[in-house]
T-cell receptor
Framework: AQSVTQPDIHITVSEGASLELRCNYS??????LFWYVQSPGQGLQLLLK??????LVQGIKGFEAEFKRSQSSFNLRKPSVHWSDAAEYFC???????????FGSGTRLSIRP | EPEVTQTPSHQVTQMGQEVILRCVPI?????FYWYRQILGQKVEFLVS????????KSEIFDDQFSVERPDGSNFTLKIRSTKLEDSAMYFC?????????????FGPGTRLTVL
């Protein structure tokens, strides 16, 4: 069965510091991987996705993620965070059938001024 | 930019009542989904819908739930007899199709409160 693990429930980083949010997935075939961001009381916005090809993918708002098949990971990174990046971040996995997305439990990001 | 819309933004109902949550997916999209998020928890898949029938459903999506595409634009989720534990944010999503990969576009959600 597909599953996603986000081991960090809450992370606090200083504004301007670099960020890495961890994501590990379990899936038997080639996964389709996503990162979504959710601001308080808001919907889900897609940051980036990986389907195939280059394992380093660029997304919106300066985010990037790297797919590492050997580690079953898809970590999200940003070189310098801004206060507006404070939100909940969800990693998710799907497959080629487009039948559903399975979400991780999320990582809440706080920014220290 | 096209977007998924949902109405109402907040629905309050009494336990045992029927509710219908409405969604207008992006116009050229072919696959439709409902997810829910209980407060403070992760987003959970409920059901996917394609070609006027359910493609897949989770164990959460029991006989109390149903989905319908009553016309060419709306996609609805009905809960026949609401329970307290149905209180959650419900998200609709849609995707254009499978060719070249796919991504799901989410609506802003409907917050359902069951009293």
């Amino acid at each position: 069965a597909q599953s996603v693990t986000q081991p960090d429930i809450h992370i606090t980083v200083s504004e301007g510091a670099s960020l890495e949010l961890r994501c590990n997935y379990s899936y038997g075939a080639t996964p389709y991987l996503f990162w979504y961001v959710q601001s308080p009381g808001q919907g889900l916005q897609l940051l980036l996705k990986y389907f195939s090809g280059d394992t380093l993918v660029q997304g919106i708002k300066g985010f990037e993620a790297e797919f590492k098949r050997s580690q079953s990971s898809f970590n999200l990174r940003k070189p310098s965070v801004h206060w507006s990046d404070a939100a909940e971040y969800f990693c998710a996995v799907g497959d080629s059938s487009a039948s559903k997305i399975i979400f991780g439990s999320g990582t809440r990001l706080s920014i220290r001024p | 930019e096209p977007e998924v819309t949902q109405t109402p933004s907040h629905q309050v109902t009494q336990m045992g009542q029927e509710v219908i949550l409405r969604c207008v997916p992006i116009s050229n999209h072919l696959y439709f989904y409902w997810y829910r998020q209980i407060l403070g928890q992760k987003v959970e898949f409920l059901v996917s819908f394609y070609n006027n029938e359910i493609s897949e459903k989770s164990e959460i999506f029991d006989d109390q739930f149903s989905v319908e595409r009553p016309d060419g634009s709306n996609f609805t989720l009905k809960i026949r007899s609401t329970k307290l534990e149905d209180s959650a944010m419900y998200f609709c999503a849609s995707t254009v199709g499978l060719a070249g990969g796919w991504e799901q576009f989410f609506g802003p959600g409907t917050r359902l409160t069951v009293l």
